[in-house]
């Protein structure tokens, strides 16, 4: 066990620093290590701590317009993942991780296969808001947006360093926020 929270630990901060996907590896993780519904909580108090670092770390290169567009839509889905939690029997929380996992690698593969998806993205700013939202419920459920959101920025068309430097302003305030 200790070593799959050590390697959760590297999976967070990997995540911080543009590998996104790492963020999912450590959900997974974390969900053997103990209960799923438990683990999303406490996965939240590391990814806090790696937000911290990443914040510290990549403060410069923030877009502000980027992370002012997404927040509130992140907010609005935070609220509805809270609402749809209690609702979700202890007994599917593992398959809903699961199947929120699969759905962001196929996500991923779509739009690995499609790079043309970026030209449709870029052009339709009301995707910022179905990114933001839906962000904002798989992190409240799971805490699993982070390869969305880069996906949603990576459309964006940023410069590198732009890219990550949204990202840890926009994780840092969601997942603070998610802590009450």
């Known amino acids: 066990q200790w070593l799959l929270c050590a390697a959760i630990a590297i999976c967070a901060g990997m995540a911080k620093t543009g590998f996104s996907g790492m963020g ?11 209960p799923a519904r438990e683990s999303t909580g406490a996965l939240l108090t590391i990814l806090i701590v790696a937000d911290v670092c990443a914040v510290r770390a990549f403060h410069h290169h923030a877009n502000w317009r980027v992370v002012l567009a997404l927040l509130p839509p992140a907010f609005v889905g935070i609220v509805c993942g809270w609402a749809l939690m209690p609702h979700v029997p202890e007994h599917l929380f593992r398959p809903l991780l699961g199947g929120i996992t699969l759905a962001l690698i196929a996500l991923l593969l ?3 296969a499609l790079p043309r998806m970026a030209d449709f993205v870029s052009g339709r700013p009301a995707l910022g808001w179905l990114a933001g939202w839906t962000g904002g419920v798989t992190t409240m459920l799971a805490n699993a947006a982070g390869p969305l959101m880069a996906i949603y ?3 964006c068309r940023l410069p590198e360093m732009e890219l990550v430097g949204p990202g840890a302003w926009v994780f840092f305030v969601v997942n603070v926020t998610q802590v009450p």
């Open 24 to 34: 999912t590896v450590a959900l997974v993780l974390m969900a053997l290590v103990m």
């Open 110 to 112: 779509v739009q690995r």
């Open 153 to 155: 920025l990576i459309a």
